[in-house]
């Protein structure tokens, strides 16, 4: 038993958010190894553990990040370029994401409201138009920047397990930022960064049987305004699935 009430363990996990910008100060390998020691605080299935973590920081975060930048660039030039050009581009495929297609694709219609919204409340604090598509372009390169923060996390899951595996992953995750945030550390979980599995692994020794889920920045935030945007959060009854009437 512990002395933490269920008021206090609300009001500390509604406390966390997503930084989107970091000071340079670095993280200890100490404070890096108890917040994954926390994430492995979570209920696994069968115990399995069946995801994998690669600590990027130092020289191979930053070779990370301009191999990342890079590769953007070459996807915004290749707008609004011709025929020739892309078929270039499909042949070389430098830009193109190899490995989790999806995240590139528009969000389902029932999902689609809510990503709208997140993004025209965010850009708006940063006074970003919808019109301005280079102010656009380049909050987003923010992301191959990992926002600036000195380590970022890539976590791997087993293929074996699919969907099950991502679940775990999921839990290892939240365990994870809620450690990071009781320390005072910010984070900021990836998807961005997860169209690039091969860079990653160019950087790790991963085994085949895993894939790359997402990436999460981690460091200490700045003041930077950005780091002021709370995301409006879900009422319970949003998410919870009606009982069928029975006739």
């Keep these: 038993m512990t002395n933490f009430s269920g008021t206090d363990f609300s009001n500390f996990a509604a406390s966390r958010h997503s930084t989107r910008d970091f000071v340079s100060a ?3 390998p100490e404070i890096i190894e108890a917040i ?3 994430g492995l605080t979570a209920p696994s299935w069968s115990n399995t553990r069946p995801f994998m973590v690669a600590v990027a920081s130092g020289e191979t975060r930053d070779r990370l990040s301009v191999e990342f930048l890079n590769r953007w660039d070459a996807v915004k030039k290749l707008r609004g370029e011709g025929l020739g ?5 499909a042949f070389n495929r430098y830009g193109l994401p190899t490995s989790n297609w999806l995240i590139s694709k528009p969000y389902h219609s029932d999902l689609a409201p809510r990503a709208q919204r997140i993004g025209k409340e965010l850009y708006g604090l940063m006074g970003i138009e919808r019109s301005d598509k ?3 372009d380049a909050a987003w390169s923010r992301n191959y920047e990992f926002f600036d923060a000195p380590v970022e996390l890539f976590v791997f899951t087993h293929k074996s397990l699919g969907k099950f595996a991502a679940s775990d992953a999921g839990l290892f995750i939240q365990n994870l930022m809620l450690g990071a945030h009781a320390r005072g550390l910010g984070t900021c979980a990836q998807g961005a960064v997860a169209i690039w599995e091969d860079a990653v692994r160019a950087e790790f020794d ?7 889920l997402c990436g999460i920045a981690l460091g200490y935030p700045s003041d930077d305004k950005v780091n002021s945007f709370r995301a409006n959060r879900l009422n319970p009854s949003d998410i919870t ?3 069928r009437t029975k006739a």
Excluded: M, Q, T
Excluded at 85 to 89: E, G
Excluded at 206 to 212: D, F, G, K, R
């Design 36 to 38: 994954i020691a926390d």
């Design 134 to 136: 280079a102010a656009r």
């Design 241 to 243: 699935v009606p009982v």
């Design 26 to 28: 670095p993280v200890h």
């Design 206 to 212: 991963v085994p085949a049987e895993y894939s790359l």
């Design 85 to 89: 050009a892309k078929l270039k581009a």
